[in-house]
């Protein structure tokens, strides 16, 4: 197995995790937050998705999913390609509502099959291709791709949580 398909195994996994916060769940559970100020389900769900996006649109030179479809209004918001969650206030938080379930796993969908076909085009030496010179050492697309896979795994662990908490 080679780096890529280790890549792809790991991504591979994020369906079935996302799949499991939110599947079945009314929308005023994925709006439930376990006390104020506090990260949704939805919200959750819907940064994980829309940072990877982003990420992998701005690697392929493509527009986002999310403003390629009716993705932001399933979520009441309004189509803006810098807003990805990171840096939420408490009120943008409360204002991701997405009008069920559906809308979260679907937007996900998009999102992960664009990166898998990503992905499948990979070669080694793309993944050692510097990325963001901003960092020392600077980012290569194989470290931006395992930071894209840590921060969903993270907020997936985090949206089950606070599911169990439901």
Same mark, same amino acid.
């Given at each position: 197995?080679? %780096?890529?398909?280790?890549?792809?195994?790991? !991504?591979?996994? $994020? @369906?079935?995790?996302?799949?499991?916060?939110?599947?079945? $769940?009314? @929308?005023?559970?994925?709006?439930? %937050? @376990?006390? %104020?100020? &506090?990260?949704?389900?939805? /919200?959750?769900? /819907?940064?994980?998705?829309?940072?990877?996006?982003?990420?992998?649109? +701005? $690697?392929?030179? &493509?527009?986002?999913?999310?403003?390629?479809?009716?993705?932001?209004?399933?979520?009441?918001?309004?189509?803006? #390609?810098?807003?990805?969650?990171?840096?939420?206030? #408490? +009120?943008?938080?409360?204002?991701?509502? @997405?009008?069920? /379930? !559906? &809308?979260?796993?679907?937007?996900?969908?998009?999102? !992960?099959?664009?990166?898998?076909?990503?992905?499948?085009?990979?070669?080694?030496?793309?993944?050692?291709?510097?990325?963001? +010179?901003? /960092?020392?050492? #600077?980012?290569?697309?194989?470290?931006?791709?395992?930071?894209?896979?840590?921060?969903?795994?993270?907020?997936?662990?985090?949206? %089950?949580?606070?599911?169990? $908490?439901?």
């Amino acid at each position: 197995m080679d %780096a890529k398909d280790i890549l792809i195994e790991a !991504h591979g996994r $994020l @369906p079935e995790l996302v799949d499991v916060a939110v599947r079945d $769940l009314t @929308p005023a559970q994925l709006r439930w %937050a @376990p006390k %104020a100020g &506090a990260n949704t389900i939805g /919200w959750l769900v /819907w940064h994980l998705a829309r940072g990877q996006d982003a990420q992998i649109a +701005e $690697l392929i030179d &493509a527009e986002q999913v999310y403003l390629t479809g009716e993705w932001a209004p399933r979520f009441g918001l309004k189509p803006d #390609p810098s807003d990805h969650g990171y840096g939420h206030s #408490p +009120e943008q938080v409360a204002a991701v509502q @997405p009008e069920n /379930w !559906h &809308a979260l796993a679907d937007y996900y969908a998009a999102v !992960h099959a664009r990166t898998l076909g990503y992905l499948r085009g990979l070669t080694g030496d793309d993944l050692d291709r510097v990325v963001d +010179e901003n /960092w020392d050492p #600077p980012v290569t697309l194989g470290v931006r791709l395992v930071s894209v896979i840590d921060d969903d795994v993270q907020h997936a662990g985090q949206a %089950a949580y606070v599911r169990g $908490l439901l």
